[in-house]
C-alpha cells in the first residue's frame, strides 16, 4: 500500500500595504473642517469679549437736580461686560435731550443710567433736592414716582400743609462723601416742580429744617391744610384739582 502524500499549503499572497494618504477619506475631511469652523467661533467670540464701550466720567461733583451736559463729563474707554446697560451711552448724552440727575454725583464717579431722570421735555419743570432724616420721610419707603405732601412744623406753632402732590424724580440714601453727604440716616429726595413759586416756598421749608414728609401717593383729594387740634386753625381741605402741587 502506497503511502499518501503531503504537498505543503503554499500562504496566501499578502495583501498590498496601503499609502498613508490613502486611509484619509471625505468622513475625516467633514470633522477636520466642523472642529476648524469650532474654533473660529471659539476665537470670535473671545474677541467680542474684548470689546469696549465709552462710559462718562464726572469731571466735578453734580448736585441732583442739576442739568446734564456732555461738558460735565469725561469720556473714558472701559471693557465691555454684562453691565453696559447700567451706563449712559454715547448716543444718549450726545443728542439733543434734557436730563437731570437724579441724585448726588461724586467727581470720578460714571454716570449711570439710575443716576439720570426720565427725558424732560417741558423747559418749565424744576427739580429740587430735599434732604431729610428717614425717620421724618415715611422711615425711607419713598421712592420714584411716588407723590409726597411737605408739612411745616416749626416748634411751638401750628403745623402747615405748605406742598402736596410732588411727584417724586428719586430718591436715595445720602453717602458720606460726594456733593451731598450725610448720615446713613439721612434721605435725599429729588422733587418737580412744576407751579411757580414752589421751589421758593419748599427751599424756606428746608431751611427751617423744621418739617416733614408724608407719602401720599393714591390719597384722596380731602386734605387738611393746617392742624385742626391748633387755635384759630382752618380745618380747610385743598380742592381735587389736577395741579401737581399746591400752596399754602
Keep these: ?12 499572497p499578502a495583501m498590498p500595504k496601503r499609502k498613508v494618504g490613502s ?27 474684548n470689546s469696549s464701550i465709552t462710559i462718562f466720567i464726572a469731571k ?25 446697560d447700567v451706563y449712559v451711552n454715547k448716543s444718549e448724552i450726545t443728542e439733543n435731550k434734557t436730563f437731570f440727575a437724579a441724585r448726588s454725583i461724586s467727581k470720578g464717579e460714571p454716570l449711570l443710567d439710575r443716576s439720570r431722570t426720565p427725558e424732560v421735555n417741558k423747559s418749565d419743570v424744576r427739580l429740587q433736592s430735599i434732604p431729610i432724616d428717614k425717620s421724618l420721610a415715611v422711615s425711607g419707603r419713598i421712592a420714584r414716582g411716588d407723590r409726597i ?12 400743609r405748605v406742598l402736596r402732590n410732588l411727584e417724586v424724580v428719586e430718591a436715595s440714601s445720602a453717602s458720606s462723601g460726594g456733593a451731598l453727604g450725610g448720615s446713613s440716616g439721612s434721605f435725599v429726595i429729588t422733587v418737580a416742580i412744576k407751579r411757580a413759586g414752589d421751589d421758593l ?3 424756606g421749608v428746608i431751611s427751617t429744617g423744621s418739617f416733614q414728609v ?35
Design 1 to 12: 500500500m502506497t503511502q499518501p502524500t503531503y504537498s505543503p499549503q503554499v500562504p496566501p
Design 23 to 49: 486611509r484619509f477619506t471625505s468622513g475625516h475631511l467633514i470633522m477636520v473642517v466642523s472642529g476648524m469652523l469650532a474654533f473660529l467661533l471659539v476665537l470670535a467670540v473671545l474677541q467680542a469679549g
Design 60 to 84: 466735578d461733583d453734580i448736585v441732583a437736580g442739576q442739568q446734564l451736559s456732555l461738558s460735565q463729563f469725561e469720556a473714558k474707554e472701559i471693557p465691555s461686560s454684562a453691565l453696559n
Design 149 to 160: 405732601d411737605i408739612l411745616n412744623t416749626p416748634e411751638d406753632q401750628c403745623a402747615e
Design 201 to 203: 416756598t419748599l427751599a
Design 214 to 248: 408724608v407719602r401720599s401717593t393714591g390719597t384722596s383729594s380731602d386734605t387738611v391744610l393746617r392742624d385742626p387740634y391748633c387755635e384759630n386753625g382752618l380745618d380747610t381741605s385743598l380742592d381735587n384739582s389736577d395741579s401737581d402741587a399746591s400752596g399754602a
